[in-house]
């Protein structure tokens, strides 16, 4: 059980590292098109993120794999009954991953100014999913506990210890995840996001662009300041029974106060606002998860069909295993973040970037390529 706990706590690191360090890559992508006047300056906001935003992705893919190794029956439940919501995440990182990779390939403003928005429409689109599902995870599911084979509703009062008989099942569908509560969950982390990618692109550009992020910065963090004690206020007071889930809620406030605060131009400090954006973001995710304990996926029919860390968990012998690999590997992904970060930490110009990239369309030859000869 102990091992169980450890893995629950560390699945939370993995979310929160991928959400403080990907959230400012998702704020930038939304804020390309609006904070930049020109095609330079897009690409000034856009080179911000160019050494990190595909290396941030890592922890998201660590985040999948460690709840399928660690917690198998978490994983089945959540992948088959979000399935829909999930996919729709998974086209938008694709999506994104495209408009990134292919803008600079032809030498056009047009193709690039395409690309440009959608990679805005995609960076909404993935923290407003996610923003979703999270609340989700706090809020509850339509879940009930079936036995095996026949597909039989358990009572609440027979739901066994072991499932090994038995297996939980989300039953209200891809429109049951959506209520008040989750879309404003929703809106949050989208505007959390924009609010750290303009505290990012004030922290990492120069020129005019930089102006105009730090002014956005301003009463972006303001709302998001807003929105967030609503939403967490409300989920703690309607849907958590855990009391030291305020501890982090209280970070996780004081956190968005202060960075609001030193957002403001009488007190601006770039570097501390986006400090404490980043502590306010893992506050943020720790309350999400101790709001969740001590169930994994929680449920709105009945506390008895709650999936809960023990029933999810793996066995004792695939713990220990993944946790001497851990030990092993987690500190050298740490190490080479820290690095890359230390390394690409000067401010980008406009006078660094170049447009002057990509292919000609009108002399692309089609059918033609360079092993043709």
């Not at 996610?130 to 739901?159: C, R, S, W, Y």
């Not at 849907?239 to 403001?264: D, G």
């Amino acid at each position: 059980m102990t091992l169980s706990i450890l893995w629950f706590i560390l699945i939370a690191v993995l979310w929160t590292m991928y959400l403080v360090l990907e959230g400012f890559d998702y704020g930038v992508g939304m804020l390309q098109g609006f904070l930049a006047r020109d095609d330079r300056e897009r690409t000034q906001a856009l080179r911000t993120i160019g050494p990190h935003w595909d290396g941030n992705e890592v922890w998201l893919l660590t985040a999948g794999g460690a709840t399928f190794a660690a917690f198998p029956e978490w994983y089945a439940t959540m992948f088959s009954g979000m399935y829909l919501a999930l996919f729709l995440i998974l086209l938008a990182l694709i999506v994104r991953v495209c408009a990134v990779e292919w803008r600079s390939k032809i030498k056009s403003e047009k193709w690039r100014s395409v690309w440009d928005r959608t990679h805005a429409v995609s960076a909404l689109l993935v923290p407003l999913l996610f923003g979703v599902a999270f609340a989700n995870l706090v809020q509850g599911m339509k879940i009930e506990v079936v036995t095996h084979g026949t597909n039989t509703v358990v009572a609440p009062e027979d739901v066994p210890a072991s499932l090994a008989t038995a297996v939980h099942q989300l039953t209200g569908g891809f429109f049951s995840l959506l209520t008040p509560y989750t879309l404003l969950g929703g809106v949050v982390l989208v505007a959390l996001c924009l609010a750290h990618g303009a505290q990012f692109l004030a922290l990492k550009t120069e020129g005019d662009l930089r102006e105009r992020a730090n002014t956005f910065a301003a009463p972006a963090s303001v709302a998001a300041t807003a929105l967030a004690a609503i939403w967490v206020i409300w989920g703690q007071f309607a849907y958590s029974t855990n009391v030291f889930a305020w501890l982090p809620l209280l970070v996780a406030a004081l956190c968005l106060i202060a960075q609001a605060a030193f957002s403001q131009k009488a007190l601006r400090r770039e570097g501390l606002a986006f400090l404490f954006s980043c502590i306010a973001m893992a506050g943020a995710v720790a309350w999400i998860f101790s709001a969740m304990a001590p169930a994994v996926m929680k449920s709105s029919i009945n506390p008895a069909y709650s999936l809960t860390i023990e029933q999810a968990s793996s066995t004792q012998g695939t713990l220990i295993v993944m946790s001497i690999v851990a030990l092993c590997l987690v500190p050298v992904v740490l190490a080479y973040t820290v690095w890359s970060y230390w390394t690409f930490r000067s401010r980008v110009s406009t006078k660094d970037v170049s447009t002057d990239t990509g292919l000609i369309f009108d002399k692309i030859r089609l059918d033609q390529n360079f092993l043709a000869g």
